[in-house]
């Protein structure tokens, strides 16, 4: 029997608009190299785009349409909601799955009734507690968010959505793993990510982004916590945790990236454009146009063939790393927050937490 067919899309609909103006905020970084900077919501044409060419890779394929930003909600709801009606129109025998990432600003009790409808997930954007997060995820007046943002998870769960908390890793943070680990409990986070803060594309040094030192010291705190509240009967999903899980049972991990190198992926913009990767939605590694390019020219053309050679960074730690195995230096955009020339920060933390896991991960499977 063949092997079902999958297909991916990650769709900016409104490109690197956003009503938030987060300190860190990777994508905006990444819209101001481009030659021209695109806010605008996405038109009918090159939605019909994303549509036909995933649903024409085959009649049972899988489909999962994943939205991001900037902010996507900013397309509108009626956007999405003829997004899907097009899908559901159009779909034979395709299974199709659905993902938001949102920083909630926009969620009300009409959102959260449509997502649940059809069975989003939806991944909200909160840095754990409240003057934290205050600080550095103010709205665009420089107002405090986190009780608006905090509501909206609120009603995402009351409407039985499937909703995951998305982090974001800064060097303030890294350093209070105790008061991350409290907002967890406080508010029964059951699936929490936290995403690397990362420096510019310039590599210009600023005040947020993740040093490997702090990287390690803040998921061995963050992981003896865990494992105290493991020993007490809950289990937290933690996704650097859950992705090291799977490669200790042999499996791949569901983070891009991780095993050191980079699969091909669709990300499209709001004027068609397509990219290999989010961190690189960038003029030199566009490569097509969603309405004109099919997926196979795009997959296979030489900037994508280009962007998936591209070698990692060079790190000593690796010549007698046991790890090296499933790592092979890691994403080539987050392992900037993993090591250094000449320590490991991601070494440091799986020589100290690798035990435990794969012992959690062999007790999972035995159940």
Same mark, same amino acid.
């Given at each position: 029997?063949?092997?079902?067919?999958? #297909?991916?899309?990650? #769709?900016?609909?409104?490109?690197?608009?956003?009503? !938030?103006?987060?300190?860190?905020?990777?994508?905006?970084?990444?819209?101001?190299?481009? &030659? &021209?900077?695109?806010?605008?919501? !996405?038109?009918?044409?090159?939605?019909?785009?994303?549509?036909?060419?995933?649903?024409?890779?085959?009649?049972?394929?899988?489909?999962?349409?994943?939205?991001?930003?900037?902010?996507?909600?900013?397309?509108? =709801?009626?956007?999405?909601?003829? %997004?899907?009606?097009?899908?559901? &129109?159009?779909?034979?025998? $395709?299974?199709? *799955?659905?993902?938001?990432?949102?920083?909630?600003?926009?969620?009300?009790?009409?959102?959260?009734? %449509?997502?649940?409808?059809?069975?989003?997930?939806?991944?909200? *954007?909160?840095?754990?507690?409240?003057?934290?997060?205050?600080?550095?995820?103010?709205?665009?007046?420089?107002?405090?968010?986190?009780?608006? #943002?905090?509501?909206?998870?609120?009603?995402?769960?009351?409407?039985?959505?499937?909703?995951?908390? =998305?982090?974001?890793?800064?060097? $303030?943070?890294?350093?209070?793993?105790?008061?991350?680990?409290?907002?967890?409990?406080?508010?029964?986070?059951?699936?929490?990510?936290?995403?690397?803060?990362? @420096?510019?594309?310039?590599?210009?040094?600023?005040?947020? *982004?993740?040093?490997?030192?702090?990287?390690?010291?803040?998921?061995?705190?963050? %992981?003896?916590?865990?494992?105290?509240?493991?020993?007490?009967?809950?289990?937290?999903?933690?996704?650097?945790?859950?992705? #090291?899980?799977?490669?200790?049972?042999? $499996?791949?991990?569901?983070?891009?990236?991780?095993?050191?190198?980079?699969?091909? $992926?669709?990300?499209?913009?709001?004027?068609?454009?397509?990219? @290999?990767?989010?961190?690189?939605?960038?003029?030199?590694?566009?490569?097509?146009?969603?309405?004109?390019?099919?997926?196979?020219?795009?997959?296979?053309?030489?900037?994508?063939?280009? %962007?998936?050679?591209? @070698?990692?960074?060079?790190?000593?730690?690796?010549?007698?790393?046991?790890?090296?195995?499933?790592?092979?230096?890691?994403?080539?955009?987050?392992?900037?927050?993993?090591?250094?020339?000449?320590?490991?920060?991601?070494?440091?933390?799986?020589?100290?937490?690798?035990?435990?896991?794969?012992?959690?991960?062999?007790?999972?499977?035995?159940?």
């Amino acid at each position: 029997m063949c092997a079902r067919k999958h #297909i991916g899309f990650l #769709i900016k609909p409104a490109s690197s608009a956003c009503n !938030m103006r987060c300190r860190y905020c990777f994508y905006c970084d990444v819209a101001a190299h481009r &030659e &021209e900077r695109r806010a605008r919501v !996405m038109d009918e044409d090159v939605a019909d785009a994303i549509i036909d060419q995933a649903l024409a890779v085959a009649p049972d394929a899988h489909v999962s349409f994943a939205f991001q930003g900037g902010e996507p909600t900013l397309a509108g =709801l009626d956007f999405f909601r003829s %997004f899907v009606a097009r899908v559901e &129109e159009r779909r034979e025998r $395709q299974q199709v *799955s659905w993902a938001l990432q949102t920083n909630g600003y926009l969620i009300d009790e009409e959102w959260a009734a %449509f997502f649940a409808e059809h069975r989003f997930l939806v991944g909200v *954007s909160v840095d754990a507690y409240r003057d934290l997060h205050d600080s550095m995820r103010p709205d665009a007046h420089d107002l405090p968010t986190y009780a608006r #943002i905090m509501r909206g998870v609120r009603l995402l769960r009351d409407a039985c959505v499937d909703v995951n908390i =998305l982090s974001v890793l800064t060097s $303030q943070m890294a350093a209070h793993p105790q008061r991350v680990f409290s907002f967890i409990k406080q508010e029964k986070i059951s699936h929490i990510q936290f995403i690397p803060c990362l @420096p510019g594309l310039d590599d210009e040094g600023d005040a947020f *982004s993740l040093a490997p030192r702090e990287f390690s010291a803040f998921y061995r705190r963050l %992981f003896d916590l865990w494992w105290r509240e493991l020993g007490s009967g809950r289990y937290v999903s933690i996704w650097l945790f859950e992705n #090291i899980m799977q490669m200790a049972l042999g $499996q791949f991990p569901s983070q891009c990236g991780m095993l050191g190198r980079c699969a091909p $992926q669709f990300v499209v913009e709001s004027d068609g454009s397509v990219y @290999p990767c989010d961190f690189y939605a960038l003029d030199e590694y566009r490569v097509g146009d969603i309405r004109v390019d099919s997926l196979e020219t795009m997959a296979t053309c030489e900037t994508m063939r280009t %962007f998936l050679n591209e @070698p990692r960074r060079d790190c000593a730690r690796c010549a007698d790393c046991p790890f090296e195995g499933i790592c092979h230096r890691n994403c080539k955009r987050l392992n900037i927050a993993y090591y250094d020339e000449g320590y490991c920060g991601l070494r440091e933390f799986l020589e100290y937490a690798y035990p435990g896991l794969q012992r959690v991960a062999r007790m999972f499977t035995r159940r």
